[in-house]
Nanobody, 126 residues
Framework: QVQLQESGPGLVKPSQTLSLTCTVS??????????WSWIRQPPGKGLEWMGV???????YYSPSLKSRTSIARDTSKNQFTLQLVSVTPEDTAVYYC??????????????????WGQGTQVTVSS
């Protein structure tokens, strides 16, 4: 069974860098033709797709976040990571990692992604 688990600090100060890790079990990130995404949900708002790293290591980012976002992977640990620089309180959200069988660059509904982590709350505040 595939499982994803987000980890990282729950509180980040404005202007600092938000760093999260998604640990995958039950599947190998570079094996199979899967796409591993980061998605967030600010309070009272819908799901926002942030970016993805593919099975081959290619990355794609939301145009609105591209200048601040970086996604990487560590295949030895079967993890992929998110870095979001220069955060503001508007980056406060629940952050999810998820897997899809095809390249998704938006979230219309959760079922488009096969597996989700449970989500981790990140608050940006001084």
């Amino acid at each position: 069974q595939v499982q994803l688990q987000e980890s990282g600090p729950g509180l980040v100060k404005p202007s600092q860098t938000l760093s999260l890790t998604c640990t995958v079990s039950g599947a190998s990130i570079p094996t199979g033709y899967y796409y591993w995404s980061w998605i967030r949900q600010p309070p009272g708002k819908g799901l926002e797709w942030m970016g993805v790293i593919s099975y081959s290591g290619s990355t794609y980012y939301s145009p609105s976040l591209k200048s601040r976002t970086s996604i990487a992977r560590d295949t030895s640990k079967n993890q992929f990571t998110l870095q979001l620089v220069s955060v503001t309180p508007e980056d406060t959200a629940v952050y999810y990692c998820a897997r899809a069988a095809t390249l998704r660059v938006r979230v219309r509904n959760r079922s488009e992604f096969e597996y989700w982590g449970q989500g981790t709350q990140v608050t940006v505040s001084s």
